[in-house]
């Protein structure tokens, strides 16, 4: 099994900036993608930012321009620097990685538990 650890979140000022880490551990072949998602209530969950294992990245057109993402391929980690936030981007945010078990050798979508962001004045 793979799992996917976050940490990051929180409370934070319009104009503020957060950092988002998610770790990757457990049986993994190899990693393909990685990327953030978010959901705001009662809406469906939508891509924010997205890096491939060569660094190619894709964003969404409201973070574009504020939010950063990275990794670390020796880590298995990826990171989501958001700057200049602002109150619609409240919402919680998932770590994704697209990887092959090491068990299975099957590509499989996983997922992180989630972490509230807020941004309120």
């Known amino acids: 099994q793979v799992q996917l650890v976050e940490s990051g979140g929180g409370l934070v000022q319009p104009g503020g900036s957060l950092r988002l880490s998610c770790a990757a551990s457990?049986?993994?072949?190899?990693?393909?993608?990685m990327g953030w998602y978010r959901q705001f209530a009662g809406k469906q969950r939508e891509l924010v930012a997205a890096?491939?294992?060569?660094?190619?990245?894709n964003y969404a057109d409201s973070v574009k321009g504020r939010f950063t993402i990275s990794r670390d391929n020796a880590k298995n980690t990826v990171y989501l620097q958001m700057n200049s936030l602002k109150p619609e981007d409240t919402a919680v945010y998932y770590c994704?990685?697209?990887?092959?078990?090491?068990?299975?050798?099957?590509?499989?979508?996983?997922w992180g538990q989630g972490t509230q962001v807020t941004v309120f004045s």
């Open positions: 890096i491939t294992s060569g660094g190619s990245t």
């Open positions: 994704n990685a697209v990887a092959v078990n090491g068990a299975t050798l099957t590509m499989i979508d996983y």
């Open positions: 457990g049986s993994i072949f190899s990693i393909n993608a």
